[in-house]
């Protein structure tokens, strides 16, 4: 950000180069607040945890009401009395969410390198806000803003829109009529949100440059510089034959999950939400720390699905290693010149597998719970003896 | 090497085609020109010659610092000259000799030039440089004597009888006004004197289109004696020289530094600075400072275009004053990209290359010039040319560098491309089982072969059966 304000002040735009590839409302921000940047980004990550804060208890809330809808609608087995979750345990959830936020390791690493991910947070984290407390234009706005900033909150959409519909006790079925309507609603919304956005950005720097700076540079990845994620490395060992097969490739696995997991998870839409953030961070093109610390403070809303999961203890292991393993293979490869590029690589694979299989536990105690609110705690099979349950 | 251009129209096309056509001639690799290694220089380069109000965007300059100048660049280089290497001072130039020197250079300068002196028609003047650099105290047992002879192993025997002026001029100027310190073999017909880059120069000319030359020998040996024994022989520095250098440590970021010197002992002029530096060498221009005696030096005009991956190098030009007696000293810090596998020479752990930046100033010189010198000497003008009698015109280039990139592992695409997409397909196949299947009981099945083989494993290890 920095350099792009220096060119700026040389006259020059920003985006003719291929070092700043933020967006001009950003620059705009940065232009007045560039001498209190550390004080910025510590009250953006405040922010953060505020409304993470504030949209879990509002969402405790919910839940409750909805397992108490649901209890006097019969519809839960006679002996699940123990998975029932009540308000006292439910009670320092929130507290919990913004805490993990705050003091996650992640999150101080964004904040001290002042990257403009704890931004992309602020406006994900007040998204959720508004989307739970239920007001539409609120939601479309931030959702506008985060997909303004980088392309992939655009899948957000689905669980947002799921969220909303059961919020005004609307259905979801093809062929109602009301369904449509607040589709269509909530739809132009983000839609013209998006557009005023974009056109204001125009009119700052007078160009549209910076849509293939921007938008051009997170779709193709021109820039192989190593991170976190899995695709610098891919890209720089393709054959050049198979380059753009494989952005597409890639691309398309993050905005590919959307559909599908709407349909399994169209009555946890908060569920879907997170899964979705998870899949966004792990798989968007230059992923950052601090959109692992985005999902990762949702944890303690699932802490009641602890004693489903399978293999927390191994991954929460494997998670920790590779962070503390990725600054020193980091440090052998580039300035003791002592190890290779493969190592650091090889903690690359190692810590998105440890986050996929992450979410995967999660999103299978999820189900599991609900397998056995319905049927019941204690399964027995035909003869009566104790059943297993398998995934089939 | 390099090459630049001012073209009148269609410029991109016509660039090309010029690389091609002269990599060809020249037998140098100068069709590895393309957008990645030219810029556009705004203020660096002027043309030479008659020339009409120029638009700069038609001025193309490139470099290509990694190519060497070899013996198949000196011969059509020869292949040019009147008489090729067959007659006249191009005798000399044999390659064996010639590379065995400290340093060498070759340039083809074009301009075009009036016809005569009424200028109605305008024709090309091509003009050929070489310059080559003998250090004759290492090889020459400690002496400092030298002769053509014993620098080219050859004498000269004629003119080329092509050749409206063939001479050599040996640069006979006493230091500290003394004279008799050396003595030129055989003895010169002629003196001339003249300014050359500020100073004054005495030169013994020796015409091979005289015909008293060869009169006592059939040919010319040209052999220069020190009389005494020189005890301190520092060369006098001239008042702008130029050093580059990068610092930094690790293959992430760096700092390219640039250091100017002005040792003009009571006159400041401003020097403009070009400096072309690859796409992949990624410049924070937010970090460009300029520091003189100490204090900031801000530069009067500054362009800068930053680079684009794969397609444009940075191109930064700075108009910096200097003043008298000082060190300016210019950096800029960089960061390393990682580049894709094929884009990597082959030896990648040799690094790369950024070219020379280029210097341009004019110097104003110690002694003033006067009219009349430039009458009669259009060949010393012409090699060091001057607008005005009070400075002479310089371009100066500085050192190439050379830079340390992270590589990938080499050996490696079909196994990262596996990985990356087990990976992928781990998260798939989670996904798809959690999104596809639901929970079911178990039902209890007979087993089959195997089920029915671990059982009875089972039964003899006293473990329950499946």
Aim: hydrophobic share 45%; aromatic share 14%; proline share 6%.
């Amino acid at each position: 950000v920095v350099e792009g304000l220096a060119l700026l002040d040389l006259g020059v735009s920003p985006y003719s180069g291929a070092i700043f590839h933020e967006t001009p409302l950003i620059i705009y921000l940065f232009h007045f607040l560039i001498e209190y940047a550390e004080l910025v980004f510590m009250i953006t990550d405040v922010l953060t945890a505020v409304a993470l804060y504030l949209a879990i208890q509002d969402f405790n809330k919910v839940v409750f009401k909805k397992q108490k809808l649901l209890i006097e609608l019969d519809k839960y087995a006679p002996d699940v009395a123990e998975l029932i979750r009540t308000p006292m345990e439910m009670h320092y959830i929130p507290l919990k969410v913004a805490l993990f936020y705050l003091l996650n390791p992640y999150t101080v690493m964004s904040c001290v390198a002042k990257s403009t991910c704890a931004i992309n947070n602020t406006v994900i984290a007040f998204f959720i806000l508004a989307t739970i407390k239920g007001s539409a234009f609120l939601s479309a706005v931030f959702l506008a803003l985060a997909t303004y900033q980088s392309l992939y909150p655009l899948t957000l959409f689905a669980p947002a829109l799921l969220y909303l519909l059961q919020r005004q006790f609307i259905p979801i079925k093809l062929k109602s009529k009301s369904f449509w309507l607040y589709t269509m609603q909530y739809a132009a919304l983000y839609l013209c949100s998006l557009v005023v956005i974009i056109c204001l950005s125009f009119f700052l720097l007078n160009s549209w440059d910076f849509i293939p700076s921007v938008y051009g540079f997170i779709l193709s990845v021109p820039d192989l510089t190593p991170n976190i994620g899995l695709f610098w490395y891919f890209f720089a060992e393709m054959f050049e034959h198979f380059s753009l097969f494989f952005v597409c490739v890639f691309q398309i696995n993050v905005f590919f999950y959307t559909i599908p997991l709407a349909i399994k998870l169209k009555e946890h839409p908060v569920f879907f939400m997170f899964v979705q953030i998870a899949i966004i961070s792990i798989f968007k093109s230059y992923p950052t720390v601090g959109d692992v610390a985005l999902y990762m403070a949702f944890l303690p809303v699932w802490s009641h699905l602890y004693r489903f999961l399978r293999n927390i203890f191994i991954l929460s292991c494997v998670l920790i290693v590779c962070s503390l393993l990725f600054p020193v293979l980091w440090h052998l490869w580039i300035y003791a010149g002592s190890a290779n590029s493969n190592f650091y690589y090889a903690i690359t694979l190692t810590f998105n597998i440890g986050q996929i299989l992450l979410v995967s536990d999660y999103f299978y105690a999820f189900l599991r719970r609900e397998y056995y609110l319905t049927h019941g705690l204690h399964l027995t099979k035909q003869d009566g003896t104790e059943a297993m349950l398998v995934l089939k | 090497s390099n090459l630049w251009y001012l073209f009148l129209h269609s410029v991109d096309k016509a660039w090309k085609e010029l690389s091609n056509i002269l990599s060809g001639i020249f037998c140098a690799s100068l069709n590895f020109i393309d957008s990645t290694n030219t810029v556009t220089p705004t203020a660096s380069f002027k043309p030479l010659g008659l020339a009409n109000g120029t638009d700069h965007h038609l001025l193309r300059y490139a470099v290509l610092p990694r190519e060497v100048v070899c013996t198949e660049n000196l011969t059509p280089w020869k292949k040019l000259l009147p008489c090729g290497s067959k007659a006249g001072l191009a005798v000399l130039l044999k390659a064996e000799r010639l590379f065995h020197s400290s340093y060498h250079s070759q340039a083809v300068h074009i301009r075009p030039v009036c016809r005569d002196a009424s200028c109605l028609a305008v024709s090309w003047e091509l003009r050929q440089t070489l310059t080559v650099v003998f250090d004759t105290f290492s090889s020459g047992q400690g002496k400092k004597d030298w002769s053509l002879f014993k620098m080219f192993s050859r004498t000269l025997t004629d003119a080329c009888p092509l050749a409206s002026q063939s001479k050599v001029y040996v640069d006979i100027s006493p230091k500290n006004k003394e004279k008799e310190l050396l003595e030129v073999t055989p003895p010169p017909v002629s003196v001339h004197e003249a300014i050359v880059q500020g100073d004054k120069r005495t030169y013994a000319v020796y015409d091979l289109l005289s015909p008293s030359l060869f009169n006592t020998s059939r040919s010319l040996n040209v052999q220069l004696k020190w009389k005494r024994p020189q005890d301190s022989s520092e060369l006098p520095t001239p008042v702008l020289h130029a050093q580059r250098y990068v610092s930094g440590y690790g293959l992430q970021t760096g700092e390219i530094s640039t250091l100017i010197y002005n040792t003009h002992p009571y006159r400041a002029f401003p020097v403009i600075l070009l400096e072309t530096v690859p796409w992949y060498l990624r410049f924070y221009v937010h970090t460009l400072t300029i520091i003189t005696k100490g204090k900031e030096n801000k530069p009067s005009y500054i362009h800068y275009q930053p680079a684009q991956d794969r397609r444009r190098p940075h191109l930064l030009e700075m108009l910096i004053q200097l003043p008298a007696n000082s060190v300016t000293k210019i950096t800029i810090q960089f960061e390393r990209a990682l580049l894709k596998w094929t884009e990597y020479t082959p030896d990648p752990n040799h690094g790369f290359y950024v070219s020379s930046s280029v210097l341009s100033a004019l110097v104003p010189s110690v002694i003033a010039m006067k009219d009349t010198d430039v009458e009669q000497s259009p060949l010393f003008t012409s090699l060091f040319p001057s607008s005005d009698g009070s400075s002479y015109f310089v371009r100066l280039y500085t050192e190439p560098l050379l830079v340390n990139l992270p590589t990938p592992d080499f050996s490696m695409p079909y196994n990262v491309i596996c990985l990356t997409c087990t990976v992928v397909a781990v998260c798939y196949g989670s996904f798809y089982n959690l999104l596809t299947r639901t929970f079911h009981v178990e039902e209890p099945s007979r087993g089959g072969l195997a089920k029915r083989l671990a059982n009875i494993i089972r039964k003899f290890r006293g473990v329950p059966p499946l």
